[in-house]
């Protein structure tokens, strides 16, 4: 069955596969710098999400030297609204560690040695730049596997397995992308599109009649939600902005400052409005407060280069309800 399905999926994938700007057209070799950004770009989010800032990155920073040697400020504020700062950080000095080698590492084992890069992003920059015959599984395509094999609770190790068992000699690059295409376009979490796809022969979970019931759901616990105090300090037209710290959420990103996150709503408050924001373990109401004097080291932002700033989304939303208070007075 390996080998009929993954034959069915590289000829679909070789049709319809999707353009996508870090992909190498047919014939070019794929470029390892463009492959790993895009990786990292791509960790728990979503290709619409990053294509913009992939062309932004890409155009301002082409190289991984030309990255390695750019301000942490800088790539940080380009990063702005990508959310998940950490991998931002890491990229940076992932970039700083290439450049002093002077070349990529090859084998999926060394790239996951660079900061940020865990076994499947190493997987599958190995897999996509350099042709090595190494399993790249994310959520989607460990979907695909369940469900071409009809397992409800299957270990990583048994899909990595699975998935490496269907790898062409030769064709990784190819087959590690057309699975991504598949989980991702047809072997949906709901309503798969069963009708167009290529595997269906194959496939044990839509032989069952539910396909929906592979891999069985897992349970999701309850997020907790937190409250946050930001001070709008505003003075000749311009906002007092800091920098958080390097270490913890939004780490070393432009703010509004304010003290920390609790969970309990501070009393009192004469707030211009909240902002409602859900990070991956939680969600906030952030509290937007006026106030006199600055708050912290920072900087006075002018409010017509506020989108410069680098401002995460959370604190950018944040500025566009001020904006939006004044406009309603």
């Known amino acids: 069955m390996a080998v009929d399905a993954s034959n069915a ?4 994938y070789a049709v319809d596969k999707r353009r996508l700007p870090w992909r190498a057209e047919a014939e070019e070799r794929p470029d390892p710098y463009r492959v790993w950004l895009s990786e990292v770009m ?11 800032y992939f062309e ?5 920073w082409p190289t991984v030297e030309a990255l390695a040697a750019a301000p942490e400020a800088d790539v940080m504020a380009a990063w702005a609204g990508l959310g998940y700062y950490a991998r931002a950080r890491n990229l940076i000095a992932s970039a700083r560690e290439l450049a002093r080698r002077g070349a990529f590492p090859t084998g999926a084992a060394e790239l996951r040695k660079l900061p940020g890069i865990g076994d499947y992003t190493a997987a599958a920059i190995a897999a996509i730049a350099f042709g090595e015959q190494v399993a790249a599984v994310d959520t989607n395509i460990a979907r695909v596997i369940a469900r071409l094999h009809g397992l409800q609770h299957p270990s990583k190790t048994q899909v990595e397995s699975l998935a490496r068992a269907m790898i062409p000699t030769g064709r990784s690059a190819d087959f590690t992308q057309a699975m991504m295409d598949h989980g991702a376009t047809i072997c949906r979490p709901k309503s798969p599109q069963c009708g167009r796809c290529p595997v269906r022969p194959h496939c044990a979970a839509f032989a069952s009649g539910t396909p929906e019931a592979f891999p069985a759901p897992k349970q999701r616990r ?8 930001a001070y709008w ?3 000749c037209g311009s906002v007092w902005l800091v920098r958080r710290p390097i270490k913890g959420l939004l780490g070393g990103m432009a703010a509004l400052p304010g003290p920390g996150w609790v969970d309990a709503a501070p009393p009192g408050l004469n707030a211009i409005g ?8 939680f969600s906030l109401d952030l509290h937007l407060v006026p106030r006199a004097e600055p708050e912290g080291d920072g ?3 002018p409010l ?4 410069e700033a680098g401002l995460p989304t959370l604190y950018r939303r944040a500025a566009e309800l001020v904006a939006a208070a004044r406009q309603a007075a």
């Open 233 to 235: 300090i505003e003075r």
């Open 304 to 307: 017509g280069s506020l989108a």
């Open 274 to 281: 909240t902002v409602r924001h859900v990070f991956t373990h």
């Open 56 to 60: 932004k990155f890409t155009a301002r």
């Open 299 to 301: 900087w006075w932002q």
């Open 222 to 229: 309850a997020r907790p939600h937190k409250h946050g105090v």
């Open 42 to 52: 791509l960790q728990q989010t979503t290709v619409a999400a990053v294509r913009p």
């Open 9 to 12: 999926l590289l000829h679909w």
